[in-house]
C-alpha cells in the first residue's frame, strides 16, 4: 500500500487517521477501491472509513489492522468531511482455528461463510450506530450493509453486547446456529448486497433469501465466495 495519503489528521493521543488522495463519486466506489488494496492481505482483518466531503465526493481512510477496541471515528474525522460508512476486510480462511471450526461443527462451507458476513462483534458497533459498512470477506468477495430503521434494532436486541450477548448471539457462539442464519437475519433488517462475486455463492445484487444452487454470473475469477 504504498500510495501517498492526502493528508495525516491527529485525532487525540495516539490516533491519527491517513486519508487517501483517491477521490470518488460513490461510496460503493471507495468501498470497491479498499478492497482491490486489501488485495492478497488476509493475514488479519482491516478497517477503514468511508467519508464524504463537503463538495460530495467520497474518499477512504488507510485500511489498518483492525483492533477489537476501536477509537471513536468522532475524535478523527477531519473539517469537512461526514462519516459515511465503514469498511471491513477479514482474514483467509486459513487463518481460522482448525480445532475451533471443529468443536463448532462447522462444515467448510460454513466456515467460509462466517468470514464472509459481518461478525456479531462488528454488527454491535454497525447497528448501534445505524451507519452503512462494507465487507471484504474475500479476494474475491465484497458486500454492503445499509440499516433499515428501526428494523435494524431488533437484530440489535437479539444479539446483545459484547459484555451481555442474547441467546441469538450465543447460539452463533456455540455453533447451534449456522453463520448462514446470521446472513438470512442481516438481510431481513436492512439492504444486504452483494457487490462482487466469482459467481459460486451467491449473483450480484440485493440478498433476499436462502442461497440457491449456482452457478452466476461472476464479476471476478476463481475463489470461492458471496
Known sequence: MDEQ?????????????????????????????????????????????????????????????????????????????????????HPALSTLDAGKVAQLKWSVEDAATSLLIFSVHELHNILSASYPAYLSGAEDSLISFTPDSPHELKLLQMLGTDEKPEAFAKALASGAVKPEQLVLELAAVGNLQVLISNGRRRPRGKITGERLPGPWGATVPGGGSF
Open 5 to 89: 495519503s492526502q493528508q495525516h489528521y491527529s485525532g487525540g493521543a495516539g490516533s491519527a487517521l491517513h486519508v487517501l488522495a483517491r477521490e470518488f463519486l460513490s461510496a460503493d466506489d471507495a468501498a470497491r477501491y479498499a478492497h482491490e488494496r486489501v488485495g492478497h492481505r488476509r493475514d488479519s482483518g482491516y478497517l477503514g472509513y468511508i467519508l464524504q466531503r463537503s463538495d460530495l465526493r467520497f474518499v477512504i481512510t488507510e485500511p489498518a489492522e483492525h483492533q477489537v477496541s476501536i477509537v471513536s471515528h468522532h475524535q478523527v474525522i477531519p473539517d469537512n468531511h461526514v462519516l459515511h460508512s465503514r469498511f471491513y476486510s
